[in-house]
Structure formats: C-alpha cells, structure tokens
C-alpha cells in the first residue's frame, strides 16, 4: 500500500502536468491552425505509433516484468542483460521499420487521399526509433519503481519543449512544419535527459556484471503482448483511420479533442498502473494479496474518476467551448459517451489489461485486446458513414464495456479475483446523488463559462458529502490517504 500510495501519487502529479501540458498544447494548435491542418497531423502521428509498435517487438513490455522478479532475488547481472537485450534488438528492429515507413510515405498518403499527409510521415519517421528508446527507458524506470525519474522525463522535460519549440514555429507561421518539429524536438530532448539521469541514478544496476538471459522467456512474453500492443494501438487510433478514410480531416481533428478530453479520466488509471504491474508480478503466487491490492487500486480509481466523468459528462459542449473553441462543441457526445465507457473499463484493470499482465496471462491480455479492436472497427466502421464522428464514440464505447466485462469474468475464472464489496458498492452509489446535482447547473445557467466553474464544484461536494454520510471511508482508505499526504489523512474519517 506504501509503495503504490507514494510511487502512484508522484506519478498523479506527472500525469497532471502532463495532462495540463497536453491540454495547452492542443489549445495552441486550435487556435494557429485549422482543423483540417490538426487533423492531417493526427492522422500523420496515428500512423507512427502504430508502426512503432512493430519496431520495438513489444520487447519492452519484458523489462517491468522480469526486471522486478530478478531485482527481487538479487541477480543484478540477469536484470541488467535484460535491459541491455531489449534496447540493442529494438535499435534494430526501428530502424529498419523507420526506413521501410520513409519509402511508402507517399503510397499511405494517397490511400487517404492527403497529399501532405506523405510529407509529415517522411519527417515523422526519424521517431520511430526513438520512440523504442523512449519506451525501454519508461518501463525501465517502472521495474526499479523510481518513477519520479519517469516523471521528468514523460511528463516535465517532453511536454513543456514541445510545448516551447511548437509555440515559436506557429507564431511565426509554420502550420504543419511547426506541429511536426516540435513534436521531434520534444521527444528528442525528453530522450536525452531521461537517458542521463537513468545512468545516474541506477549505476549500481547498470554497473553489476552483465548477464545475459535466455530469449526465449522473454520472446514467450513479450509476443503476445507485442501484437497486443499492434492491436492496442491500432484500436486507439481506429476511430481517426475510419473517420480520414470515410470523412474530411478536419473531422478528425474535432474527433481528437473529444477524445482527448473524454480520455482525460485515464489520469488516475495511467498514475496507478506502472507501479501496479510489479507489484503484482512479484507477488502473483500470493492470491490474496493479489486481490487486496486489487480492490484497493479498484476503489481509489472509480472514488476519484467518477466525479469527474459525471461532470465531464454534464458539461461537455461548456467545456469544449471553453478550452479550445465554439466549433468544437460537436464533439459533447464523444466527451459524454467515451467518459462513461473509460470509467467502467480503467476501474477493472485497464484497457491494456495490467492486472493480467502482471499475473502473467500475456496471452489472454492478447485475446481481449483483439476483441477490443474488433469491435472497436466494426461498430465504427457500419456506423461512421451514417451518424459521423459519434458513430466512432459509440464503437469504442462499446468495446471498452465489452472487455472490461471480460476482464472481470476472467480474473475471477482464474484465480477467484473481484473487486465488488460493500464498500465499493458506497463508492459508486454515492455518483448518483452528485450526477442529480450537477443536472440543473448545465440546464439553468446560459454562460459556458459560469458552468465550467461552477459545475466541477457542485459534483465534487455532493459526492464528497454523500461518501461522508454513507459512512464510505475505511481504515484501508485513511491508510492510503496518509501515505499521499498526513494532512489529507486528517480530513477522512475512518472506522
């Protein structure tokens, strides 16, 4: 619990700068350039991390599983052979696709009938490797649980450079050159930095006696999770495939902030797992201990997240209006119906399936990732055609509720594995007091801005209220709670 608590909240701050990061760089390219132009670079960028996924083999995926377990039983040498495996075959493997990517630019450029779409993949394709690299650093950070490292790097270093370096190029008139640039700076720098201080602050790692490990454990894992991640991947970009192939670009620019906001609840999600996956590995033989920390993690991120999808939900059209501009208010069912689908699914292990991950059914992670893409593709694509950009909301809607319903009935098949209890019966129960709240402040106030401010508040103190009064707090939680913060331990009321 100490450990998920402390590595969990410094990964919450990160991924709150992050996110306000992310938030004011689309913000500025809203407001430099038209949707078309921010949705040829999404498209552009969709298709690069999809092909790095192929690059990197999945081979990262290794490293904060096995790294933990060799860490655990001493063995230096084996935990730094795998990192230095994975890194020299990743080298290769990117660089080869990078290069296979440059060549058929034009041809991925034609299939979406965007001419400037084959500029941006050439300039774009330089990334491929580094993002491998990129990734081999991340999940190395997570295996020796120094997230504040990662912290630096993903969420301080990449996001404000990028920031900086697209800021400058848009105001001087770059449009397009200057989203793509600052992209490539920012993941440049983030690389170099994040490189220097792993060496630093993991010497003693990086400096044991190498030894290297056997392949074939490692390719065993890591090739389902490699064509999960492909499949992964493939269903987070799905929706702006079938939207370039079907609609306009500019269409799928006002897609992309909608499902930038709607996603925003992953921010919890994402600050939990990285440290969650270790913990797991290392004691996956420990059944109960297994379940303990996952309805600890289960409560903690649907008592946090469902306030925010209730007011997200409520207030979409204010709050696409506030922060970026009126035009794309379209997007308010995107926000509403991907806000809802996120909260079930990231509160039962995750879209990308950590839980069974870290119990070591790659496999099985690899199965629901397809039907997630599958029918993630077919809902869009029947729907698209007819009811446009919402037809893509209610396909991956529908197939985030699919396999997290899966991922419940699979942990409980295999190891007898459930999050429901009293307790987080309260946790859910209390949202429908502050969704009843939260109603009349969108219907009665006329300002987007007025309800931006004051909806959030509305639905967080009914919610709080109603946790209080449900008496829904438990020693578990002021545990928790304390190991986030003493004075926050101060304000929950235990029993």
Do not use: C
Not at 84 to 101: D, K
């Amino acid at each position: 619990m100490s450990t998920l608590a402390k590595q969990g909240s410094i990964t919450f701050v990160g991924n709150v700068i992050n996110g306000a990061l992310g938030f004011a760089i689309v913000m500025l390219m809203t407001r430099f350039v038209s949707p078309s132009v921010y949705g040829l670079f999404v498209l552009a960028t969709s298709v690069i991390l999809f092909m790095q996924v192929f690059a990197n083999l999945g081979l990262p995926l290794a490293i904060d599983y096995f790294v933990p377990q060799y860490l655990e039983d001493g063995e230096h040498g084996k935990a730094k052979g795998v990192i230095v495996q994975v890194t020299a075959t990743v080298l290769i493997t990117s660089s080869l696709v990078a290069f296979a990517l440059a060549v058929s630019a034009s041809y991925i450029a034609e299939l979406f009938q965007e001419p400037a779409m084959g500029v941006g993949l050439l300039l774009l394709s330089v990334t491929i490797p580094m993002l491998a690299i990129y990734n081999v650093l991340l999940t190395s950070y997570y295996s020796i649980k120094k997230l504040q490292y990662r912290v630096i790097m993903r969420d301080l270093v990449r996001p404000i450079v990028r920031f900086t370096v697209t800021a400058g190029l848009l105001l001087v008139g770059y449009g397009l050159l200057g989203l793509i640039t600052g992209y490539v700076v920012g993941l440049f720098v983030a690389i170099t930095i994040g490189a220097a201080v792993f060496v630093y602050k993991a010497w003693n790692l990086l400096t044991a006696d190498i030894e290297l490990v056997a392949p074939g454990p490692l390719v065993k894992y890591s090739l389902p999770l490699a064509m999960t991640s492909v499949v992964f991947v493939l269903m987070g970009h799905v929706d702006y495939f079938v939207l370039g192939f079907f609609l306009d670009s500019d269409d799928v620019g006002i897609y992309r902030v909608g499902y930038m906001l709607g996603s925003g609840l992953m921010i919890i999600f994402n600050s939990l797992s990285p440290v969650f996956k270790p913990l797991i590995a290392e004691t996956r033989d420990d059944i109960d201990l297994v379940e303990e920390r996952f309805r600890i993690m289960a409560r903690w991120i649907a008592g946090i997240t469902l306030p925010i999808a209730i007011f997200l939900s409520l207030g979409a059209s204010s709050y696409l209006a506030v922060l970026y501009t009126p035009q794309y208010s379209e997007a308010s069912a995107v926000v509403a119906l991907l806000a809802v689908a996120f909260l079930f699914n990231v509160t039962f292990g995750g879209p990308d399936g950590s839980l069974l991950q870290g119990l070591g059914y790659s496999r099985v992670v690899f199965g629901n990732t397809l039907v997630l893409f599958g029918t993630n593709f077919l809902v869009s694509f029947t729907l698209v055609p007819f009811v446009g950009i919402e037809g893509t909301a209610i396909g991956s809607a529908t197939a985030l509720f699919l396999v997290g319903g899966m991922t419940l009935v699979e942990i409980y098949y295999f190891d007898g594995i459930h999050p429901f209890t009293r307790d987080f019966a309260k946790i859910v129960g209390s949202g429908v007091p502050a969704a009843i709240a939260g109603a009349p402040i969108v219907y009665l106030l006329e300002s987007d801005t007025i309800i931006v401010a004051v909806l959030p508040v509305v639905v967080v103190g009914t919610y709080l209220l109603t946790l209080i009064v449900t008496d829904a707090f438990t020693d578990a939680d002021a545990q928790m709670a304390a190991e986030f913060s003493p004075t926050l331990r101060k304000w929950i009321p235990s029993r």
